[in-house]
């Protein structure tokens, strides 16, 4: 196969799809993501935000082809025809997985999508497409699920992932707010390859991109706070979610005790501690390697110094209830920080 295909696109206007894209995008397992929206319930909020995995998907190939390209030029790396498609597959097929409703189904405590990746990439027509491609499932399933080893591999799951890039950009766009501006292009130029923290080779940032980076971790925090946690997003998400444990005992007993039916209370109160975290080497000028993690990131940027205040400020304890009751906010806070077996001694 030597031909390929141009798309447009509303985020990045041309993206180019190889021969290897093209070989599986018409695949069942592809084109179900054209049904699956990117943002779940937002689009209840934000009208516009009705876009799929498919077009995320399509973004995040073509990020990775640019990143791929571009680290090339610079004689950052030197890969092989299949090394190549691997990556830019991997990219193409990290959503696979993915379930309807964004992760509101991983939220009540569904396998996570990466792991249902593994089903879509060893079975069916997508499986045959792969092989007749030379492109290892197990390989490409190593590279989505964070388990590879492959220098560029940060290029797929990693603080600095294509997946990160398209989807804050995209939904953002979507959304028609201007929470998600990051500078992609600077970002893509910035990267290298430098000894991560075990000392073997892996996707780096270079000093000159630090501003950029900075701009995609306020990006992520704004849309957390604006759009992904939007009170009404979540009020959807909420009781889209059947959680038959703990939560949903707490719920139907606070619930008995305001005068509501049981499954007219819920809770929500979400989590994403990992939200402003960093790990990838940082190139300085003078060639010397440090690593953005932890305390060596707050050095280099200003945001990781406040992130856990940042966090705090982004989440926020609500009770939606399907009816009139008065819930005492005190009461409610006083639960939370309870031990996990007082609470459900307390919910019985």
């Given at each position: ?186 970002l893509l130029t910035s990267l290298t390859v430098a000894p991560g923290a075990d000392g073997r080779p892996t996707v780096a940032?270079?000093?000159?991109g630090l501003a950029s980076l900075e701009s995609l971790l306020f990006a992520k925090y704004q849309m957390y706070r604006n ?110 920080m309870l031990p996990r077996e007082a609470v459900a001694a307390w919910a019985g």
């Amino acid at each position: 196969m030597t031909g390929f295909e141009v798309v447009r696109d509303p985020l990045w206007n041309n993206i180019r799809l190889d021969p290897e894209a093209l070989a599986v995008i018409d695949t069942p397992a592809v084109q179900r993501l054209r049904y699956v929206r990117q943002l779940g319930h937002a689009f209840l909020v934000y009208p516009g935000a009705t876009h799929s995995r498919f077009e995320h998907a399509l973004g995040a190939y073509h990020l990775a082809r640019r990143a791929l390209a571009q680290l090339e030029d610079a004689s950052d790396a030197c890969l092989d025809g299949p090394e190549r498609a691997r990556h830019k597959l991997a990219a193409l097929l990290h959503d696979i997985g993915h379930y309807p409703f964004s992760h509101a189904l991983e939220e009540a405590g569904l396998p996570h999508h990466e792991r249902l990746a593994e089903r879509r990439l060893l079975h069916g027509e997508l499986a045959e497409q792969l092989a007749r491609l030379g492109a290892p499932a197990a390989e490409l399933l190593a590279l989505i699920q964070g388990r590879s080893k492959a220098p560029l591999a940060g290029l797929v799951s990693g603080s600095l992932d294509v997946d990160k890039l398209d989807y804050l950009s995209r939904d953002a766009w979507m959304c028609g707010v201007p929470y998600g501006v990051i500078d992609v292009d600077r970002l893509l130029t910035s990267l290298t390859v430098a000894p991560g923290a075990d000392g073997r080779p892996t996707v780096a940032l270079h000093e000159k991109g630090l501003a950029s980076l900075e701009s995609l971790l306020f990006a992520k925090y704004q849309m957390y706070r604006n759009v992904y946690w939007h009170h009404a997003v979540r009020s959807a998400t909420a009781m889209s979610a059947d959680d038959p444990g703990l939560v949903e005992r707490v719920e139907d007993r606070l619930a008995r005790d305001v005068g509501l039916e049981p499954g007219a209370l819920f809770l929500d109160f979400p989590a994403k501690p990992d939200m402003l975290a960093l790990d990838l080497p940082l190139v300085k000028r003078d060639g010397s390697v440090t690593h953005l993690a932890g305390a060596e990131a707050a050095a280099h940027l200003g945001l990781p110094r406040v992130a856990a205040e940042l966090y705090r400020s982004a989440r926020r304890l609500r009770v939606f209830v399907l009816g009139e009751a008065r819930v005492e906010a005190k009461r409610i806070a006083e639960l939370v920080m309870l031990p996990r077996e007082a609470v459900a001694a307390w919910a019985g």
